[in-house]
């Protein structure tokens, strides 16, 4: 399939849509990498686990077929809109898959997309969510020219407030009631790295 949709937008003519670009990356302890339909069982567990419910909009009876649908279905329908693609975080020495990330709301004009993510419980701590999180944005940034990366964090959700600061994340400020959790609405607060951070 090219990656190079068209698609015609109201007195503009035609705007370029991109396929999301399929993306392998690692670092010296982790292999993040697409999602397969054998990964459906972890992704479940994952996002199936309390603390991730509890800050996350997911099904609260996430089960086996929605896992399956996140890894497929899913994946492929926000990579081929070009609008995302969902991952999987693989820690090399046992090749167990220990939390996932995936990317959404990419504006191909502004070159601007954003990452979330969730952390396996028995991994969270040992900083595999800031590592996962700061090679994905270093691809996205470097390889495929993206020009703004943002993270979207709950007040109070400290642990993810953390990955954003670890992994090199400006915070910007706060999008008020922007965003909602199982236990109503929330405001949201926004984190970024620019190209220009990079150089």
């Excluded at 035609?14 to 339909?37: E, G, H, K, M, Y």
């Excluded at 900083?127 to 990366?149: C, K, M, N, S, Y």
């Excluded at 943002?150 to 407030?161: D, I, K, Q």
């Excluded at 008020?176 to 790295?193: C, F, K, M, Q, T």
Aim: proline fraction near 5%.
């Amino acid at each position: 399939m090219s990656s190079l949709l068209t698609a015609g937008v109201a007195g503009r003519g035609n705007l370029a849509i991109r396929r999301f670009p399929t993306l392998t990356v690692q670092t010296p302890r982790l292999d993040v990498r697409p999602l397969t339909a054998a990964d459906a069982d972890p992704v479940t567990d994952i996002f199936a686990d309390k603390l991730t419910q509890r800050w996350l909009p997911f099904p609260q009876e996430f089960g086996e077929i929605e896992g399956r649908s996140w890894c497929t279905e899913m994946a492929a329908e926000r990579r081929d809109s070009g609008m995302g693609d969902h991952y999987g975080i693989v820690r090399r020495e046992d090749q167990q898959l220990v939390g996932c990330l995936w990317t959404k709301r990419t504006d191909w004009v502004g070159r601007v997309t954003e990452i979330s993510y969730a952390i396996a419980p028995d991994a969270r701590g040992l900083g595999i969510g800031p590592e996962a999180v700061d090679v994905l944005t270093l691809a996205l940034v470097l390889e495929h020219g993206f020009q703004r990366i943002e993270l979207r964090v709950a007040p109070g959700n400290t642990a993810s407030r953390r990955v954003a600061e670890k992994a090199g994340f400006t915070y910007e400020g706060l999008l008020r009631n922007a965003g909602y959790v199982h236990s109503g609405r929330v405001d949201l607060e926004v984190w970024s790295i620019v190209a220009a951070d990079l150089r």
